[in-house]
Structure formats: structure tokens, C-alpha cells
């Protein structure tokens, strides 16, 4: 259980920060800049569960609980120390989770035949805001992976929570006027 007595500690005012190992680094540092996102990722789709509700609200409470985990998971290093190995991390149950709704999703939705224009109802616009930001998050994450040890895990997690997202805003489409499709050079 985590217990914050105060919310200030003064220990970053100079630009750095802890990780979950106590190591202290920039906050600019590749780790920090992957699970910032993915907490931005998380903050977005709380804005969007302002305009869900029922089925979708609770598989996006469940998801910013599972953003937890990924932002545990990605400030503990796995460096083989004892912590690490303690640490909390994204499992691919979770990801199974992803896909299973995923696909529940889409059994509803017609085949796309245009691109999606991020639009239409407000859960949709603001879940396809949280699709582009989990995207960045899915990016900083691979980059960081080129460098420094991240699970498997949590990149599939990431990947296919984009992929949730997009469904999802599909979904909150569904009569609700339907998605809002590209027509290419539509404005010539």
C-alpha cells in the first residue's frame, strides 16, 4: 500500500528525480519521459470517462488501473537486483484482457471502408486524444527499449491499448451518428 503524508519533497527541485530503485536521475531521462506519457495517457482517459458510461466506463477504469501497473512496472528497472525482481509488472493476462475486448468491440462495428477522422461524439473525440497520446507513450517506451531492459509485456500492453482506444471511440460512435471518415482529397 502507498501512503503520501505530503505531496512536496523538495528532493527534484534541481531536475532530478527517483525511480522506484532509489536511483536518481534526470527528469528529462528516457524512463521518466516513457511513463510521464503513460501517466498522460491515463489522465486523458479519465477526461474521456467524463462522457462514458456503463460496459466502456468500466473497461477504462480498469485500464487506468492497469496505467498504474505499466508506470510501476517502467519506474522499477529490470536489472536483475532484488527489487526488480519484486517489482509490480504489466503481465500478459492483461494484455489478453486488451484483446478479448478489443475484439468484443468490434464484433459490433461495421468494417472500416476510409480512414477514421478522430471526431464524432465527445467520448470518441477524447478517446481517440488518449489514442495519439498512448501512441507517443508506445514510443517512448520502444525507444527506451533500445537501451535499457523494458518487458514484453508492457510494449504489447502499450501497442495494443492504442488499438483498444481506437475501438473504443468507434464504439462510443455507434449511434451516435457513426464514425467520421476521410474522404481523400475530399476539399479539391
Not at 480498469?62 to 509488472?89: T, Y
Not at 476510409?114 to 489514442?131: E, I, K, N, Y
Request: with cysteine; glycine share 8%.
Amino acid at each position: 500500500m502507498v501512503v503520501l503524508n505530503r505531496i512536496y519533497t523538495r528532493t527534484g527541485d534541481k531536475g532530478d528525480t527517483a525511480l522506484g530503485s532509489g536511483e536518481r536521475v534526470q527528469k528529462y531521462a528516457a524512463r521518466i519521459e516513457a511513463f510521464g506519457t503513460v501517466d498522460e495517457t491515463n489522465a486523458v482517459i479519465g477526461v474521456a470517462r467524463l462522457s462514458t458510461a456503463n460496459e466502456l466506463d468500466a473497461m477504462l477504469a480498469r485500464i487506468q488501473n492497469d496505467l498504474f501497473d505499466l508506470g510501476a512496472d517502467l519506474c522499477v528497472p529490470e536489472d536483475g537486483s532484488e527489487r526488480a525482481q519484486k517489482a509490480l509488472r504489466i503481465t500478459q493476462v492483461q494484455v489478453d484482457r486488451l484483446e478479448h475486448e478489443i475484439d468484443a468491440m468490434n464484433e459490433r462495428l461495421q468494417p472500416l471502408r476510409s480512414f477514421v477522422l478522430p471526431g464524432g461524439s465527445p467520448a470518441a473525440a477524447h478517446l481517440h486524444v488518449a489514442r495519439t497520446v498512448c501512441r507517443r507513450a508506445e514510443r517512448l517506451m520502444v525507444k527506451l527499449a533500445q537501451d535499457e531492459p523494458v518487458g514484453e509485456a508492457a510494449l504489447k500492453y502499450a501497442n495494443r491499448l492504442s488499438d483498444f482506444l481506437f475501438v473504443a471511440a468507434r464504439a462510443a460512435n455507434l449511434g451516435n451518428g457513426g464514425d467520421v471518415l476521410w474522404i481523400p482529397g475530399g476539399n479539391r
